[in-house]
């Protein structure tokens, strides 16, 4: 299957729906060592004059170490197809399974960082800021009670949006 380059700006893809609903795989590494997480938290707008995504990764999660080692990172849309498989990926750790040929996904290296040959659409991004969230910054403390019990907080990732893939 083939991709196409796109315009971010010219996409019809309603991102609530497909972040929520469908869920995405966040994905960085290289064609060494890479590992890929299920998230339906998240976002895409313009931030400092450029098109970025947020991109959300608990502490806990094996992926943040990939996304901390490399510079860029792929979120992976599937549509409805492989609910599945990316329900296999929220709910394994990469640390204990290879994602990769539990699920079939086929990955594909060489635009900056991994994706996956299934996706109907992929945003490539360039990390362009970090930061942990802080219990002390929430003003809705309901937030910290639902989302937070165990402390376990994300760290937000904002990604300069470099590319766009949609299948052909």
């Known amino acids: 299957m083939a991709f196409k380059t796109v315009d971010p700006k010219k996409l019809d893809t309603n991102f609530f729906h497909a972040i929520d609903d469908q869920w995405m795989l966040v994905t960085a590494g290289n064609d060494k ?17 450029k098109n970025v995504t947020f991109a959300f990764i608990r502490e806990s999660r094996y992926t943040l170490e990939f996304i901390d080692s490399n510079d860029y990172y792929t979120l992976s849309f599937f549509g409805n197809k492989m609910m599945k ?3 296999y990926c929220g709910s394994h750790s990469g640390r204990d399974v290879d994602k990769v040929k539990e699920t079939g996904l086929v990955p594909v290296y060489g635009d900056k960082a991994p994706y996956f ?10 990390k362009l800021y970090r930061q942990k969230l802080e219990k002390d910054c929430f003003l809705d403390t309901e937030i910290i009670n639902k989302s937070y019990p165990n402390g376990d907080w994300h760290y937000g990732f904002v990604g300069e949006i470099v590319k766009v893939l949609q299948k052909v």
């Open 85 to 87: 498989e990316l329900g």
């Open 33 to 49: 060592k890479m590992n890929t997480m299920t998230a339906s938290w998240g976002g895409v707008g313009i931030l400092w004059n």
């Open 117 to 126: 040959e299934q996706a109907e659409l992929v945003v490539i991004c360039k």
